[in-house]
Structure formats: C-alpha cells, structure tokens
C-alpha cells in the first residue's frame, strides 16, 4: 500500500498537478492533500504494527517474573507456616496451589499476548480512507485560508508581516482544525458518540495541541519566508505527511 500511494503521489506531483494549479488551486490541493494523508495513515499504522509484532519477549519476561515471585512468595509462607505448629500446611497443598496460580498467570498473558498481535496485524482499509477524505476536505479551507493571510498583512515590515501570519494562523486555523479533526476522527473514522469525543478531547487534545506548537511555527515561518504563496498550501500539506502521522497514532491511542 505504501509503494502504491507514494507511486500515486510522484506520478500526480510530476504529471497532474502543475496543469490542474492553472485550473483550480482548490482542487489541485484537494487531490494533493488527500494522496499525502493517506501516506501519512499508512505509515502511523505500519509503525503501530511493526512496534507491537514481537511483543513476545515482554510476555515471556512477565510471565517468568510472575512466578519467581510467586515461587518466592509460596516458599515463605510455606517456611512460616511449617514454622508455626498452628497454622502449617502440608506441601502438597502448597504446590498445588502454586501450580493453578502458574497455569492460569499463563493463560492470561497468553490470551493478552494474542489479541494485541491480532489488533495490531489488522490493516485498517477505512481507517486510511477516511484520512484521505479528511485531508481533502480541508483543502476547501487551506487555501483561502493562505490566501486571506498573505492579503490581509502586507503594510507592515516583511519580518513583522511573517511574524503576524504565523500567530494567526497558530491561535485561529490550528486549534479549531485540530479540534474539527478529533470531531471527525470520532464519529466518522470510530463511530464514537458523545462520550467517546469527550473522552477523546479530554485525553490529548491540549497535549497534540502542545505537540502542534513545537513543530508548526517554525515550518510556517519557513512557508512564509522562502515558499511562493502559490506553493505555501503544498508546503504545508507536505510538512503534514509527519504531522498527522502524529494525529493518526494519537488518535489510535483513545480506541
């Protein structure tokens, strides 16, 4: 999938795009925005897959933790308690017990064991659709959305001009597309409900936020600076390739 997306890309990028940026910038970005989110899906779901495919070793560590120290635990007791004349136990009670307690330690992180591999082997087709969607449809707002910033500062110095599209764009477009985002990733991409989406905004809203503002400024203000204003949307939608990489496994860790 990855091979065939990043194909899809090069070949737009190379072929398709310059033509339709004479047309419609609109959906020149619409196409470009969309190919270069599913990218950047495909990529947060092969790092969550690849990071959980050998989680055997944890099991295994656990697993040989739990009954050291369970065997500890057993063999104290059974000295304190063949120490005192009231309260002993035969050893073969002992053993027995130790032996369900082990086998059923077993069970259970070997049935953890196989749904986290289950889960996180599972291509998620709809998961990558609707990042392409969300991708595109924001294409409808980023572009105007440039367009009104490189309109609207233009009688100040150069610095002061960057300096007041980057705030504008940092404490309006960002928050409320982040927020917009975790909206549409809840109820279209999970079908959550009420309580899922405040659950979701509760959990890593101010984080990704916090997240976003330790990348985006200083990207913006490359954008603003050096970038053609005809390519600031394409700038940004390429620096979003690792941006909603991030999204994507955030939003994957409220599921």
Do not use: H
Not at 12 to 40: H, P
Not at 51 to 71: A, V, Y
Not at 219 to 248: E, H, R, T, Y
């Amino acid at each position: 999938m990855f091979v065939f997306l990043t194909a899809c890309n090069l070949l737009y990028f190379k072929y398709a795009r310059a033509k339709l940026m004479s047309r419609s910038k609109i959906l020149a970005t619409v196409i470009s925005n969309g190919l270069l989110n599913a990218v950047s899906d495909v990529i947060a779901q092969s790092i969550t897959c690849f990071s959980l495919l050998n989680p055997g070793t944890l099991t295994t560590r656990n697993s040989n933790s739990f009954n050291n120290n369970s065997s500890d635990m057993f063999a104290n007791n059974g000295d304190n308690r063949y120490q005192d004349d009231n309260l002993g136990l035969d050893l073969e009670d002992l053993e027995y017990q130790q032996s369900l307690l082990d086998n059923e330690s077993i069970y259970l992180l070997d049935d953890m064991n196989n749904n986290n591999t289950n889960n996180s082997s599972d291509f998620q087709l709809w998961r990558l659709i609707c990042f392409a969607i969300w991708g595109s449809f924001m294409a409808n707002f980023q572009v105007p959305w440039y367009f009104i910033l490189n309109k609207l500062f233009t009688e100040d110095p150069s610095i002061v001009q960057i300096l007041e599209r980057i705030l504008s764009d940092q404490l309006f477009y960002s928050p409320i597309s982040l927020y917009c985002f975790f909206a549409f990733a809840n109820y279209v991409m999970d079908a959550g409900d009420v309580l899922s989406f405040r659950n979701k905004i509760k959990k890593i809203y101010l984080n990704t936020l916090m997240v976003n503002y330790l990348i985006w400024p200083a990207m913006q203000f490359i954008n603003f600076s050096f970038i053609n204003k005809d390519d600031q949307p394409l700038f940004s939608s390429c620096v979003s390739v690792v941006w909603n990489v991030v999204l994507s496994m955030r939003n994957a860790s409220t599921k």
